[in-house]
C-alpha cells in the first residue's frame, strides 16, 4: 500500500508562491491517481487538485484553477502542487492522498485511500 508524506508548507505574503511536495513509499507510485484536498479551520475538507496515474489527465477545484500546478515525477514517487498568486484564502492543511484503484481509466470520481498527515500553508494579507 502506498504510504505519503507531505512538505512544503510554510508562511508567504498574499500573492507569493509555494510548491508542496508529497512524497510516496511502499507500493507502486506510478499506477496511481494522485490528489491535494485542504482543510481549513472550522471547514470540511475540500478537493484542490488531482493527476491521473500517466500524468497526462490534470482536474483542478475551480477555486485554485489558473494559480496551482499538480505535477507527478514517477521516478522520484512524488507529485507536486505549485501554488501560485496566494490568497490568505488558501490557508488551511493540505493533504495528499492516493487513489484506491491503479490504472484508473477516468480522472473523474476518484476514490481516495491513504492520506498524510498534511502540512500547513498560512497565507498573510
Known amino acids: 500500500q502506498v504510504q505519503v508524506v507531505e512538505s512544503g508548507g510554510g508562511l508567504v505574503q498574499a500573492g507569493g508562491s509555494l510548491r508542496l511536495s508529497c512524497a510516496a513509499s511502499?507500493?507502486?507510485?506510478?499506477?496511481?491517481?494522485m490528489g491535494w484536498f485542504r482543510q481549513a479551520p472550522g471547514q470540511e475538507r475540500e478537493f484542490v487538485a488531482s493527476?491521473?496515474?500517466?500524468?497526462?489527465?490534470?482536474r483542478y477545484a475551480d477555486s485554485v484553477k489558473g494559480r496551482f500546478t499538480i505535477s507527478r515525477d514517477d521516478p522520484k514517487n512524488t507529485v507536486y502542487l505549485q501554488m501560485a498568486r496566494l490568497k490568505p484564502e488558501d490557508t488551511a492543511v493540505y493533504y495528499c492522498?492516493?487513489?484506491?484503484?491503479?490504472?484508473?481509466?477516468?480522472?473523474?470520481?476518484?476514490?481516495?485511500?491513504?492520506w498524510g498527515q498534511g502540512t500547513q500553508v498560512t497565507v498573510s494579507s
Open positions: 493527476t491521473n496515474w500517466s500524468g497526462r489527465l490534470t
Open positions: 511502499g507500493g507502486f507510485f506510478s499506477r496511481y491517481a
Open positions: 492522498a492516493v487513489d484506491r484503484t491503479p490504472y484508473r481509466a477516468t480522472i473523474e470520481s476518484i476514490t481516495f485511500g491513504s
